[in-house]
Nanobody, 123 residues
Framework: QVQLGESGGGLVQVGGSLRLSCAASGRTLRAYVMGWFRQAPGKEREFVSA????????YYADSVKGRFTIARDNAKNTVYLQMNSLKPEDTAVYYC????????????????WGQGTQVTVSS
């Protein structure tokens, strides 16, 4: 069993930056794909980014390419999402997720989810 805990959310102005962290506990995330999703009020949850165990494959939603960067520290069982040039439309609850394969992450059906952290971008 894997427990995921997000942190780093908050209120930021347009154009600002935030770094989200997701720490995993319960078991090692060796070979797990880690991802970030978000859900804005009144909208469906959407994929944001994902990274494989060694970082050999990294995925981004078109809406965040060039602004967000995903990274992981396997020694710390932690994945990060650096968010720059934030826009009001980035406002959402951001969720961390983990799965043993790319397919389920990219199809929003990972085995493990975090509880989410709120990101609010004010204009």
């Amino acid at each position: 069993q894997v427990q995921l805990g997000e942190s780093g959310g908050g209120l930021v102005q347009v154009g600002g930056s935030l770094r989200l962290s997701c720490a995993a506990s319960g078991r090692t995330l060796r070979a797990y794909v880690m991802g970030w999703f978000r859900q804005a009020p009144g909208k469906e949850r959407e994929f944001v980014s994902a990274i494989t165990w060694r970082g050999e494959r990294i995925y981004y939603a078109d809406s965040v390419k060039g602004r967000f960067t995903i990274a992981r520290d396997n020694a710390k069982n932690t994945v990060y999402l650096q968010m720059n040039s934030l826009k009001p439309e980035d406002t959402a609850v951001y969720y961390c997720a983990a799965d043993s394969g790319d397919f389920k992450i990219l199809n929003q059906k990972p085995d493990y989810w975090g509880q989410g952290t709120q990101v609010t971008v004010s204009s």
